[in-house]
């Protein structure tokens, strides 16, 4: 577990928060001061010089759920293609067996910060029981028609209805009469 601060300023939600890990980790897009290098926390729009598009930066859409969320993702796979701290970057890409090592050692120090009497929070509810895969007649064809109650798009009963939808009562008739007279 690892503390850090998310702060909110007063153009927020128009300009992105900053996050910062109390105690630094040594990851590829985190700062040695613990300062978090993350394209949903850059200012909104496109940049050139980094090649972020507008769309990975920071929006008024966005929300503190968004900004954990992309923190737990870049935790667990670093971008390293424009790492915060560069030594991290290539330690991750040439020796991946030393960078965890140096991440355990990272968790380990950041136990110290917990409470001693404190106690992780657990779910309200217990999780449902997983359901059991059995999809073997998933993709298996039937002979039942496939309607769905939806309308035929193909237009061949578009004669059936007059110009306000309502079922056209002289088609029958008329069929029978073009039928009769066609024999």
């Not at 105690?23 to 897009?29: D, G, L, V, W």
């Not at 968004?66 to 424009?82: A, C, H, T």
């Not at 890409?93 to 140096?102: E, F, G, S």
């Not at 064809?141 to 061949?156: I, L, Q, V, Y």
């Amino acid at each position: 577990m690892f503390q850090a601060e998310m702060t909110f300023t007063n153009t927020y939600p128009y300009s992105p928060p900053t996050f910062k890990f109390n105690r630094p980790i040594y990851h590829p897009n985190i700062y040695p001061d613990g300062k978090l290098c993350i394209s949903i926390l850059h200012a909104p729009g496109a940049d050139e010089m980094s090649g972020e598009l507008a769309t990975e930066r920071w929006s008024p859409l966005q929300g503190a759920e968004s900004v954990l969320r992309s923190v737990l993702l870049l935790l667990d796979d670093p971008e390293v293609s424009s790492p915060a701290n560069v030594d991290a970057g290539v330690l991750y890409r040439k020796d991946r067996q030393a960078y965890i090592q140096k991440a355990k050692e990272d968790v380990e120090q950041s136990r110290q910060d917990i409470p001693a009497n404190f106690s992780m929070p657990t779910t309200l509810e217990e999780a449902p029981p997983e359901k059991p895969m059995d999809d073997e007649d998933f993709w298996a064809e039937s002979d039942a028609e496939d309607d769905f109650g939806g309308s035929d798009s193909s237009g061949d009963d578009a004669e059936d209805f007059d110009e306000d939808g309502n079922e056209d009562q002289d088609f029958e008739e008329s069929g029978e009469e073009e039928q009769g007279g066609n024999s």
